[in-house]
């Protein structure tokens, strides 16, 4: 398992539980954004700059992402499209996104960019806390301990 992480929406606190994970259990972990990003030295974490644009990121993602690879984003039509792929899906609160969640949880998003058109104000989501960090982590921990067996 390989670990990859749409890294232009990753929060700083994210990316920082990730790169202890990696060194803990020597996981290749990549990181992906249109921006250069800072990594900490070492032999299993690296970082891809990909040209700006929309999706550009999430599309080196999915043309590298291998069955049983590990994703960290918050982007919903991505998840579906590497949950197809067979790869697994971790967002940045902690939530796994699957074949059996990640459908509706689109819908949810198309409806709530539909009442946002037409002028209903929804807000944004809550700011990451650290239920939030908690969860993350133990899911994190779950999935590298289940691809180790």
Known sequence: ?????????????????????????????TLVANHALRTPPSRFIRSIRVEQGADVADHEIQRRVAPGDLVITSDLPLAAELIAKQAQVLTPRGEPLTADNVRARLNMRDFMETLR???????GPASLNQTDRREFARHLDTLIARARR
Request: with cysteine; glycine share 6%; charged share 25%.
């Open 117 to 123: 058109a037409s002028g209903i104000q929804s807000g």
């Open 1 to 29: 398992m390989k670990i990859w992480v749409d890294a232009d929406a990753c929060p700083a606190v994210i990316r920082e539980i990730l790169f202890r994970a990696a060194e803990r259990a020597q996981i290749e972990t």
